[in-house]
Every structure is written in C-alpha cells, then in structure tokens.
C-alpha cells in the first residue's frame, strides 16, 4: 500500500473509533461540549466507515473549494446557529450565489458533510445543487446517512465518509471533529457550527458559519494550517477571519 494510502485507511479507522466513542457520552464528560449526533446517525456512519475506501484528494489545492453543513432547506438550522438569514430560501440563495462567485466549471467543491437535515432537502434543491459549477465530493455528515435522510440525496461526483489531503501539512478531512488528530496533521472539519472547535492549532472549522456563507479554497486553509503547525498565533473570531490574516499578514 502506497504511503498516502496507507495514511488514509489509518485516519478513516481513527475516525471509525472515535465514532463509536460518541455512542459512550461518559468519554465526553470533561469536555464543555458534547458533540450532537443520533445515535442511529453514528451507527450509519460507522458502518460506512468499514465499507468504503478511504480517499486520497491529489487534486490541486488552487482547483478545491471546502465548506461544511449547508443545512439547506431548514429553518430550525436558522434559528438554532442564530444564521442571518429570515427564511430558508432566503439562506439558500446566498449560499448558491456564494458558491457560483468563487467555484469554476473545472474545480472540485468539497462538503464536509450535512448537505441538508431530514426531511427538508427538495426537488428544487437538487437541482441547485445540480447547476452549481464543478465537480461535487461529499464527506458524509451525520445527516446525510439513512435511516434518518434515506431520500432525496445530491448528485456528486464522490462520496468519502474520510479524506485525507497530503500537503505541507497532510489535511485530515472529517465532518466531527477528531478527538485525536495524526501526527503532522491539521484536522478541517465541520459539524459544530458556530463553536470553537477542540483545539486552535490542530483543528480548522469549516462550517458556512464559520466561514461567512461562502466556501474556501483549500490553498487558503493548507496555508492557515501551515502557520498553526509552525505554532504561530492566529487570532479571529472565526475561520474566515484567521483566513484573511494569514493572507494578508501570513503569506
């Protein structure tokens, strides 16, 4: 097996392992905030852990786009994460007109998960998400998985429930965040919404709150993840602001 590989299976049983901790809310107990997710949500991404092929991303860093849980659809998403919008579709359209403004035809735009919640993903939305440019990759979220949200599912290009990125620094991509995060690697990630994530040094949060409703290129956030690994202090209030220091003052 060759190296990058090999990296990917040993994140993709990583994150299989610490899946199954989410089903043992005793193991959070120190931890201010316990990860949300249903419990036939974890056993369905665990069980597409063990049956898909972990995926190696060696397309270039300047062609990807990364976001996590768009939540299409939902208004309780809204309400919930206090997201600036009045109505769903409302929320929806500015997601899609983000999306066309940064994404070319020839890029890949990856989500990191929760395309949209049970039951609230429609006709229209598959189209949206049709007419959106690029290539589309989906690393499974907890809402994406049966039994949950069986119906209605997006067209794209992949399906991965892990993906590692190899780089300077190796990008582990998962949509909950990793407990424990490999060697050398940055952890990106969405699934918390508008919370900090576990570690500002190990960790990236790519969630559309964190990234100001639009997505990132992932050269953007190798290089974010570059200067946290060198041990240099980023500040901002979100991702996106950690982004635009970096570029202006990080280069």
């Known amino acids: 097996m060759r190296g990058h590989e090999a990296a990917a299976a040993r994140l993709q049983r990583l994150y299989a392992e610490e899946l199954l901790l989410l089903l043992r809310p005793e193991v959070y107990a120190s931890m201010d905030e316990t990860p949300s997710v249903d419990e036939r949500q974890v056993r369905s991404l665990i069980r597409h852990a063990r049956e898909r092929s972990p995926i190696v991303c060696e397309v270039p860093d300047e062609t990807i786009w990364i976001w996590s ?36 035809a020839d890029d890949t735009t990856i989500c990191l998960g929760d395309v949209s919640v049970d039951g ?89 709150e964190h990234l100001r409703y639009r997505p990132a290129r992932l050269s953007d956030i190798r290089r974010l993840a570059r200067r946290l690994l060198e041990g240099r202090d980023v500040p901002g209030r979100n991702t996106r602001e950690r982004l635009d220091i970096v570029a202006a003052t990080m280069p």
């Open 69 to 104: 849980d768009l939540h299409l659809g939902d208004m309780g998403t809204i309400r919930a994460f206090d997201r600036p919008f009045e109505k769903p579709y409302e929320m929806d359209h500015v997601l899609l007109e983000a999306w066309r403004k940064e994404a070319e």
């Open 120 to 208: 609230c993903l429609q006709e229209h939305h598959q189209e949206w998400w049709e007419q959106a440019p690029g290539a589309k990759w989906l690393v499974l979220g907890n809402h994406d998985v049966d039994p949950v949200n069986e119906q209605r599912q997006v067209a794209v290009q992949r399906t991965a429930v892990t993906v590692f990125a190899p780089g300077d620094p190796p990008l582990a991509l998962t949509h909950v965040p990793l407990m424990q995060v490999p060697h050398g690697c940055v952890n990106v990630h969405g699934h918390i919404h508008n919370q900090a994530s576990p570690t500002r040094h190990r960790h990236i949060n790519v969630t559309v």
